[in-house]
């Protein structure tokens, strides 16, 4: 979780830009790589953190957690959103 700190503090720095669409993609690279270390790494946020997208929007859609934060936010092209929905993830659940 350091590097989900880093990047909400400079995402110009990691991503470019604050662009959903390049966090997820971001984050989906560094997922993969560190799944080599730890087969879990990072299950919680394409399983459990995408179910409770789809139920805080109550948005069934076949979508990844960042194309559901798209659709659903005023401000869907934004890291804001992405970081404001994992704070309130992680306060009702361990990872």
């Known amino acids: 979780m350091k590097l989900f700190s880093q990047i909400e ?5 990691y991503i470019g830009n604050t662009d959903l669409n390049r ?9 993969f790589a560190k799944q080599e270390e730890d087969f879990d ?9 995408t179910r409770y997208l789809v139920n805080k929007y109550r948005d ?15 401000d869907g092209n934004s890291t804001d959103a992405f970081f404001r929905l994992l704070h309130e993830y992680l306060a009702d659940h361990t990872i």
């Open 23 to 31: 966090l997820g993609h971001f984050i989906g690279g560094y997922c």
């Open 9 to 13: 503090k400079r995402p110009a720095l």
């Open 60 to 74: 069934s859609r076949t979508l990844n957690w960042y194309g559901l934060i798209a659709a659903n936010e005023a």
């Open 41 to 49: 790494f990072g299950k919680w946020l394409f399983h459990d953190f």
